[in-house]
C-alpha cells in the first residue's frame, strides 16, 4: 500500500528565506513521487516529479526537490521565497503501471510568505 | 493552465438530488481520472476511465459513477447526494501509460 506523510500543515517563512516543505512516502515498490502547488479556488498544478531518473529534481518557479530512498523523503525546497509563492502544497506518490494510475496524495502543507 | 476543462465551476445541491460534473482532456490525453478533494484535505482518487471503460476505483461507493465518451471526455455523476459530497471534484487527464497527470481547475459542489 502507497501512503504520503506530510509534516507541518502550515509554514510560515519571511520573503528571502529558504523553503522546505517535507514529504515522507510508504511504499511497497519504487514509487514515482510528485509535488503539486494549489492557489486558493484552482485545481493542482505541477511543479516537479521523479521518475527514478535523477535523484535531484528541478521544477517550475526555482523549486527542487531531491529522492532520498534510505530516508523514504522527498522534500520540497527553494532557496529564497517569493510571496507568489504563499500556496498550498500536496506531495504525491504513484506506482507505475498500477490498476487506475492512481495517485496518492498527502494532506498539504499551506505555506505562508511573510513580507 | 492545463486544457484540462471542467464545468460546471460550482454548483449547489440538495442531498438526495443527483448531480452530473463534466470534464474534458488535455489535447492527445484518453485517460481521465476523478478526484475528490474535501475541504483542508489532499485529493482522493475515484476513478480513472480510458477506452470508455473503468480502469481502476478508489474507496468510493456505487453511487459514484462515470462515462468517457469517444471523444475523451468525462462525465461524474453522483446519486443520492449526501452532506459529506461536499467537495472539490477534480478531473486529470495523462496519455494512457503516461506518468504524470494533469488537472483542471475543479467543480466545486456543496450539498445542503
Known amino acids: 500500500a502507497q501512503s504520503v506523510t506530510q509534516l507541518g500543515s502550515h509554514v510560515s517563512v519571511s520573503e528571502g528565506a529558504l523553503v522546505l516543505l517535507r514529504c515522507n512516502y510508504s511504499?511497497?515498490?519504487?514509487?514515482?513521487l510528485f509535488w503539486y502547488v494549489q492557489y486558493p479556488n484552482q485545481g493542482l498544478q505541477l511543479l516537479l516529479k521523479y521518475t527514478s531518473a535523477a535523484t535531484l529534481v528541478k521544477g517550475i518557479n526555482g523549486f527542487e526537490a531531491e529522492f532520498k530512498k534510505s530516508e523514504t523523503s522527498f522534500h520540497l525546497t527553494k532557496p529564497s521565497a517569493h510571496m507568489s509563492d504563499a500556496a498550498e502544497y500536496f506531495c504525491a506518490v504513484n506506482v507505475p503501471n498500477s490498476p487506475g494510475n492512481q495517485f496518492y496524495f498527502g494532506t498539504g502543507t499551506s505555506l505562508t510568505v511573510i513580507p | 493552465e492545463t486544457g484540462v476543462t471542467q464545468s460546471p465551476t460550482h454548483l449547489i445541491k440538495t442531498r438526495g438530488q443527483q448531480v452530473t460534473l463534466r470534464c474534458s482532456s488535455q489535447?492527445?490525453?484518453?485517460?481521465v481520472s476523478w478526484y475528490q478533494q474535501a475541504l483542508g484535505q489532499g485529493p482522493q482518487f475515484i476513478f480513472q476511465y480510458y477506452r470508455e471503460e473503468e480502469n481502476g476505483r478508489g474507496n468510493f461507493p456505487p453511487r459514484f459513477s462515470g462515462l468517457q465518451f469517444p471523444n475523451y471526455s468525462s462525465e461524474l455523476n453522483v446519486n443520492a447526494l449526501e452532506l459529506d459530497d461536499s467537495a472539490l471534484y477534480l478531473c486529470a487527464s495523462s496519455p494512457h501509460g503516461g506518468n504524470t497527470i494533469y488537472f483542471g481547475e475543479g467543480s466545486w459542489l456543496t450539498v445542503v
Open positions: 489535447s492527445g490525453h484518453n485517460t
Open positions: 511504499s511497497s515498490v519504487p514509487p514515482y
